[in-house]
């Protein structure tokens, strides 16, 4: 089988889609940590939810192990660290990806991601003390390559992937952030060749701002490292809600998340768009995010099935732009089976009186301010109520 590099040479590679979202809305992952001990929990919602982006056409199952270091997992009163345990969770879901990866042809990664070491200011050798714990795991399960995702500061980004380098994998890098660069103030394109000079060999964005959004910083990301002359594979992963009101911080700064955001939801046309602009920008690795979805997935194969070959084993029942659109009862809703009609729709929200746009919430803290340190703690009323009358005085 082709390593991650050999088939993002050979033509574009399609990544997977949501998990800590998709789990949540099925009942299995607990909103606010966002952690996947639910990969022991209750496994074979996660085995069935990967089967579902491999016959969408992901081309790679991503252990779901984000947000799995072991600072995280004890942060705020999580028992999920103390009942059963960083090795533990991040075995059992390497070991989920890979099993329903031999279902057919895909690669599998173990992923690492921001954690509250870094936040509450904590050494860059503690930090990397915690990605090593799940390093060992991927490297110990076969995981053909790394991922390091959803970092917002480019320093804690390079000593994530120093560390995943010392490991021999190839190692991909993904920030969570848009057009204005990371939450320290260095801009896209400087963290993209950041990225590559620590060793990042595919190097991109993840999460927090939609496909569109997310495109724009990639051009930056792709101009700085042009400038300097190097060449990682490039790989982009966004949201699947609409964020053009989200600023620095994203999607977590408007008031919907994580609990509002459907009426955001890209449509499966947008996904088609969002793989032809990536691909021609010349970003190889495409996938989702946050509210990713199967269909979506399946919209980004399909955009994509010449350049890679074959289409996905999820079109059986599907016909891209018309579906069975022309088998149906009522002639107005035949008349809809075609591309034309269906990538020049504008969705209407259907919520009478609702703000076309949000007005986010920009607390401005970031690395070392102390409502954002790491305790062991669980959250109390009283900080709660602090936080809320916070949030009115910024209103």
Not at 197 to 218: W, Y
Not at 368 to 395: C, F, N, P, R, Y
Request: hydrophobic letters at 40%; proline letters at 6%; charged letters at 25%.
């Amino acid at each position: 089988m082709q390593g991650i590099l050999e088939r993002l040479a050979a033509g574009p590679v399609i990544g997977d889609g949501g998990f800590v979202f998709e789990l949540e809305k099925r009942g299995y992952v607990k909103a606010g940590p966002w952690t996947p001990e639910s990969v022991i929990e209750n496994p074979e919602a996660v085995r069935q939810l990967h089967r579902e982006f491999l016959r969408a056409g992901s081309d790679v199952m991503q252990a779901f192990t984000f947000y799995a270091s072991e600072d995280k997992l004890v942060n705020r009163g999580n028992k999920a660290g103390v009942k059963l345990g960083v090795e533990a969770i991040n075995r059992a879901a390497a070991e989920l990806a890979a099993e329903v990866a031999a279902e057919g042809d895909a690669l599998v990664l173990g992923g690492l991601s921001q954690c509250p070491s870094y936040l509450s200011g904590k050494p860059k050798a503690e930090v990397q003390a915690e990605f090593k714990k799940q390093i060992d795991v991927f490297v110990d399960t076969g995981m053909d390559f790394l991922l390091c995702e959803y970092f917002e500061h480019i320093e804690e980004m390079e000593w994530a992937v120093e560390e995943s380098k010392r490991s021999g994998l190839p190692v991909a890098a993904s920030m969570c952030i848009g057009p204005e660069g990371d939450l320290h103030g260095i801009t896209a394109a400087e963290c993209a060749v950041r990225m590559a000079r620590a060793g990042a060999d595919i190097v991109g964005v993840n999460c927090h701002f939609d496909p569109f959004v997310s495109l724009e910083a990639m051009k930056l990301m792709k101009e700085g490292l042009d400038k300097a002359g190097l060449h990682p594979y490039l790989f982009v992963q966004p949201l699947a809600f609409m964020t053009p009101d989200a600023q620095k911080q994203g999607f977590i700064d408007l008031p919907e998340f994580p609990f509002a955001l459907e009426p955001r939801i890209c449509t499966r046309f947008d996904m088609h768009r969002f793989a032809r602009e990536a691909y021609e920008l010349g970003i190889r690795y495409i996938g989702g995010c946050c509210g990713f979805q199967p269909y979506h997935i399946r919209a980004v194969a399909e955009e994509l099935a010449e350049e890679r070959g074959r289409k996905p084993e999820g079109s059986e029942k599907h016909i891209p732009w018309a579906g069975g659109l022309f088998m149906h009862t009522k002639p107005w809703v035949r008349a809809r089976a075609s591309r034309q009609y269906w990538e020049n729709i504008k969705p209407a929200g259907g919520r009478p009186f609702c703000p076309a746009l949000s007005c986010p919430d920009n607390w401005g803290v970031t690395k070392g301010d102390a409502i954002l340190k790491q305790q062991a703690e669980e959250t109390s009323a009283e900080h709660i109520k602090e936080m809320q009358e916070l949030q009115a005085a910024k209103k």
